[in-house]
């Protein structure tokens, strides 16, 4: 509790700038995509004119899954939860116009990761942008798939190694790229407490340097350019020490264990989203005040950047018009109260430091827990992530159901009659996804079919091979094979992963 | 209790907290159950229900695609002459809740469901 600690300064608790807001707030980057390229880009020309500063791209599940629009498989859910992106073809539609120079752009995509950023770098030389001036992330955090958010497709063994080779290849050629962003968010969306959403985000980013380290990368380097991904929920106090304890542990590990030298990689950059789980159906206008709320407590704890969610999300796919409130909320936040005048302002708090030391004793003790199971892939593995989840999401379950845990208008003030919507949510419809069959079709027809035949050929050598697949990767997008094609390649050489 | 349900994750949505949940509380409740875990086609789903002699099949989608999922199911059950019931979890609009019923899925149940209610439910059937 006697501690003298400084924003800028190890550990970084109190936040990893020595000014933080006062030099410049943080980025609200909202999470979106929907549909085809086309849409989502009118959609991203629309944020940025509305003051947005950073984009985040959502993708549908066949991209991330890695399936083209016409196969069987995608049927329904091509352009549902983010953009359909099939070929390059799609990615320079969807930044058509946006100078990617000027916006650092958030990619949530992890088993298709190398492809989406082999595009990515495609369309940064199409724009004549240097390499090494692309700013950005990279999800690329492939061990919670496996856990909790499913779009998983090779087993562990090859996923770390095409990690390692995207890690690679981004230090060299991108360096301003973040190549990764460790993520609890989805740990904790699935049922876990606070404490198990750092333990384990930590854990995992542990087992990440060490996979990385072992193909010969120096830590320095990596240290840079790791980034990572919370949640916001309701409990106020918690959540901004939960920010706190999450950058003091991360400075110690790398500082302590990975005996780096550099104060740039004992910085944990966090981006925050607020909780998809604590959003309610009942009384949805609720859910706007949990949002706000939710977002202050992520700024009070320190954030490089955030998306607030819409208030119909527990209903649908949001309105245009609750989007706009989401993002207003952030700009109210950053321009209206002072945030912008104070550094870390619960900082000495009794209750804050005290749930700061709390909350680090017991992350510290989970990650001892890992790492004498001999670490994250372990957890993966022996099913111990899997049983805290859910253990966790079940006692929450009960919680509720037994009033101890209590959400207003599910069960307290519940008896009124429901509020209903008066916006429209957003509805797709399989016109979409027609268009985009017949635009990939097209595609297949209109490319030079041998430059694609002899590149998905070279692949498949070099995934057998231990070369660095990202080279063979971009020659293949630049030819616009798709990424189910792509994929299917590195599915005969790696196998599928079973959960 | 003589019921056997089924609970399982429909298409691509990997998003199994719900579907968790309710498959651990019946458990607790007596109930024979299965969990097929994630990422299952209609096609999946309606062959196990066959094989293992299902009553109730609980699917969860969080994805937006449930119309045309569960539209398969429903097909596919009619084709093979299974009397099975079917209930659904997830995020479901109120619109499409009419359409789902339409199709003569039992019951949907949406965010902030207690489980009470849901097991109330599977025992009225």
Redesign the interface.
């Known amino acids: 509790m006697e501690r003298n600690e400084k924003a800028g300064e190890f550990p970084y608790t109190r936040g990893i700038y020595p000014n933080m807001y006062k030099d410049r707030i943080w980025t609200i980057r909202q999470y979106s995509g929907y549909g085809n390229a086309e849409e989502t880009n009118r959609r991203y020309k629309y944020l940025i004119k509305n003051g947005q500063t950073g984009l985040s791209v959502a993708f549908d599940l066949p991209t991330q899954i890695g399936y083209d629009s016409d196969n069987i498989i995608s049927a329904g859910e091509v352009g549902r939860v983010g953009v359909a992106i099939d070929s390059l073809k799609d990615m320079e539609i969807l930044f058509d116009g946006i100078d990617l120079d000027k916006f650092s752009v958030s990619m949530t995509i992890n088993a298709t990761a190398s492809i989406i950023l082999a595009m990515y770098i495609a369309i940064a030389e199409k724009q004549n942008i240097p390499l090494v001036r692309l700013s950005g992330t990279i999800q690329n955090d492939i061990l919670k798939e496996y856990l909790v958010r499913g779009t998983y497709i090779f087993p562990i063994k090859p996923s770390m190694r095409i990690m390692c080779d995207i890690f690679k290849y981004s230090l060299k050629e991108i360096p301003k790229f973040n190549i990764i962003s460790v993520s609890g968010y989805h740990i904790r969306e699935a049922g876990t407490n606070a404490v198990q959403e750092i333990a384990f985000t930590i854990a995992n980013a542990i087992t990440y340097i060490h996979e990385a380290l072992n193909k010969g990368m120096k830590i320095d380097d990596l240290g840079k350019r790791f980034s990572f991904f919370f949640a916001v929920h309701s409990n106020f106090f918690e959540e901004i020490a939960k920010f706190r304890v999450a950058r003091r542990l991360w400075a110690k590990i790398m500082k302590e264990r990975f005996d780096t030298s550099e104060d740039k990689s004992m910085m944990m950059r966090i981006h925050a989203q607020t909780g998809g789980a604590t959003l309610t159906i009942q009384q949805p206008y609720n859910n706007v005040i949990r949002v706000s709320l939710q977002a202050l407590s992520a700024v009070c704890g320190g954030i490089q950047s955030l998306h607030t969610n819409s208030y119909d999300e527990a209903i649908g796919l949001p309105s245009e018009e609750s989007v706009m409130l989401s993002m207003r909320t952030q700009q109210i936040i950053a321009n209206e109260i002072g945030i912008n005048k104070v550094i870390d302002p619960l900082g000495g708090s009794y209750y804050i430091e005290k749930l700061t030391d709390e909350l680090e004793e017991k992350a510290e003790a989970y990650i001892r827990k890992i790492d004498e199971m001999g670490g994250a892939i372990k957890a993966v593995e022996n099913g111990f992530y899997l049983k805290e989840i859910y253990d966790s999401a079940y006692k929450f379950q009960c919680d509720i159901e037994k009033n101890k845990k209590i959400i207003v208008g599910i069960n307290l003030h519940n008896n009124e009659v429901k509020n209903k919507l008066t916006t429209r949510l957003y509805k797709t419809n399989n016109k979409e996804e027609r268009t985009q069959v017949k635009k990939l079709q097209r595609l297949k027809r209109e490319r030079n079919n041998d430059e694609v035949i002899s590149n998905l050929n070279a692949l498949k050598q070099v995934a057998r091979s231990d070369k660095n697949i990202m080279p063979c990767i971009i020659s293949c997008v630049k030819s616009y094979a798709t990424i189910g094609e792509i994929c299917n390649i590195l599915r005969d050489v790696f196998g599928v992963y079973e959960k | 209790m003589k019921n056997k349900i089924l609970i399982a994750?429909l298409?691509?949505?990997?998003?199994?907290?719900g579907a968790?949940?309710v498959y651990?509380?019946l458990k607790e409740q007596g109930f024979d159950t299965l969990y097929m875990?994630?990422?299952h086609?209609p096609d999946e789903i309606v062959e196990t229900a066959k094989r293992e002699k299902i009553d109730i099949i609980g699917l969860s989608c969080l994805?937006?695609?449930h119309?045309?999922?569960l539209g398969d199911v429903m097909d596919l059950l009619k084709k093979n002459n299974l009397n099975v019931r079917v209930i659904v979890g997830g995020?479901i609009?109120?619109n499409d809740i009419k359409l789902l019923k339409g199709m003569g899925i039992a019951d949907v149940f949406?965010?902030?469901t207690?489980?009470?209610k849901i097991i109330d439910k599977i025992k009225s059937y």
């Not at chain 2, 298409?11 to 907290?17: A, Y």
Request: proline residues 6%; charged residues 25%.
């Open positions: 994750k298409g691509l949505d990997g998003h199994d907290r968790m949940i651990k509380i875990g994630i990422r086609t994805s937006g695609n119309l045309k999922l995020i609009p109120s949406t965010p902030g207690s489980i009470k």
